[in-house]
């Protein structure tokens, strides 16, 4: 919690939110949670760049441009996101947290933020993406460039190659499902008559930042025939660690027994998608441009609200504090999906989401999609397959269930399973709700 925060604005172009930041101890934010998540004694501003029209995805030449606050989800949503590498940036998209922690996380803050464990960080340096920055000018510099910085500047657009040449994979060793990585791997290369020119691995989790090995050497090569050297030259440049999730060598072995699989499976074809289809998507988040003046207003399951708040405030914390104790607080961590209502229609965590960006938006917590009397098709489903106990979870996943169920068409239990993997119970084990749910799915 940062609670030294003193303002938090939404300024309305990037040059404003660029005067706002460059002065005082101010921190940027595009999706905010990896923010939600410090414990920071010092930033006492918050700049919320969702208000600056950053929110497009756009073919540009060479490049598709992902806006700073497009998050993970409406990337993964795109028609145009499958041209990224052959499918390369949907592999990692995908396999990215949980179905809310994308509806928050962006390519942007990803970025900003740097962590080790990432997984988006080695696909972006194999991509060779670039970063379209503001810091007082506009330019257009790469990802080490961007992390030598000691001012960082506004990024406001990923960008990201759409050459049809290029080819793409991405492995991630994890515990369980919804893990971070043990230790995760990209590979990019152009692929033309079966021969590959200017292939690079970026291999991140090590543990420790993400390291990026040229293999432009290979060029002209057959892959079939060089992915043992190609993988065993990379995992031989890269320094790995241990720690208490598993040791340097099990890491090693780890990356090249996967990338190897993964490049053979490319050689021959690759699978295909293993994404969802989807029924429909809307419009992207949009945070109507304000400033903290004490309060926040905003459409709460269908009425307008106005609650006096912190600026650090969590929207968890505060529709609680305001009598709205049907939205639970589990982990208070992001891990648990028990805190999950609906922005403006997307499900999310919202105990690491600021109250204040939902100023000017709608709010929906599990009393605003049904009741007792009226409960909704997900709400009577899992009552009447009995697939509640305790009852502490039922809200946000019902939640989740409804944003789910409703956007994608799902046809397999392990999608289902994927796609609310966010949402933890202690008690039922499972099985029940995702039978019950399944049924809905097809219904919906
Ligand atoms: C439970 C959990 C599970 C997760 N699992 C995964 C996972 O499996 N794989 C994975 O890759 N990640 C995972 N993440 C990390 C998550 O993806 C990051 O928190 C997120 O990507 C950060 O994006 P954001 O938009 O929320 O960043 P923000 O919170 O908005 O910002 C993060 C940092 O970047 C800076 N910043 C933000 N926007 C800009 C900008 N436009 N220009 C310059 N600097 C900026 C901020 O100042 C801040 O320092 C997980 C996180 C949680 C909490
Ligand atoms: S995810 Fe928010 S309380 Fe657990
Ligand atoms: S029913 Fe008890 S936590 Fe899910």
Request: proline share 4%; with cysteine.
């Amino acid at each position: 919690m940062l609670r030294k925060l003193k303002e938090y604005v939404i300024p309305a172009t990037v040059e404003e939110a660029w005067q706002e930041y460059s002065v005082g101890k101010a921190l940027l934010i595009s999706g905010g949670l990896a923010v939600g998540l410090r414990e920071d004694s010092s930033t006492e501003k918050i700049v919320d760049l969702r208000g600056c029209s950053l929110h497009s995805v756009d073919a540009e030449d060479e490049y598709l441009a992902v806006g700073a606050t497009v998050t993970l989800n409406q990337l993964l949503e795109t028609e145009i996101s499958k041209r990224v590498a052959g499918g390369l940036l949907r592999e990692v998209l995908w396999c990215t947290g949980s179905y809310q922690i994308r509806n928050m996380a962006t390519l942007a803050g990803s970025v900003g933020q740097w962590y080790g464990w990432s997984d988006i960080i080695p696909a972006l340096l194999a991509l060779g993406a670039k970063l379209r920055i503001y810091n007082g000018e506009y330019s257009v510099i790469d990802l080490p460039t961007f992390r030598s910085m000691r001012l960082k500047p506004i990024i406001t657009h990923v960008l990201l190659p759409l050459d049809p040449s290029l080819v793409g994979t991405f492995v991630k060793i994890q515990r369980t499902s919804f893990d971070i990585a043990t230790v995760n791997a990209a590979f990019v290369a152009k692929f033309e008559d079966g021969k590959i020119y200017d292939a690079r691995i970026a291999v991140g989790a090590r543990p420790g930042p993400a390291q990026l090995v040229d293999l432009s050497h290979f060029n002209g090569k057959m892959l079939a025939e060089v992915v043992d050297s190609l993988v065993g030259t990379a995992v031989k440049s890269i320094t790995f660690g241990s720690n208490d999730a598993a040791s340097a060598w099990y890491r090693q072995r780890l990356v090249s027994a996967h990338l190897k699989r993964s490049l053979s499976s490319l050689v021959n074809g690759g699978e295909s998608s293993k994404i969802p289809e989807l029924k429909y998507t809307e419009a992207p988040f949009k945070a109507k441009p304000a400033r903290y003046e004490g309060y926040v207003e905003f459409e709460l399951n269908g009425k307008p609200v106005k609650y006096p708040l912190k600026p650090y405030q969590s929207l968890l914390d505060l529709l609680r504090e305001n009598g709205h104790s049907e939205v639970k607080k589990g982990c208070d961590t992001a891990n648990c999906g028990s805190c999950t209502v609906l922005v403006d229609g997307r499900a999310i965590y919202s105990c690491k989401f600021f109250a204040f960006a939902v100023n000017g938006r709608s709010v929906t917590t599990v009393k605003g999609v049904g009741d007792w009397l009226n409960p909704s098709s997900v709400q009577k489903i899992l009552h009447e397959a009995n697939a509640v106990q305790c009852g502490f979870c039922a809200p946000g996943l019902v939640m989740a269930a409804t944003d789910v169920l409703s956007r994608y068409r799902i046809e397999k239990q392990e999608d289902l399973q994927s796609l609310l993997k966010g949402n933890l119970c202690r008690c039922t084990g499972y099985i029940q709700q995702d039978i019950a749910l399944m049924e809905t799915a097809s219904e919906l």
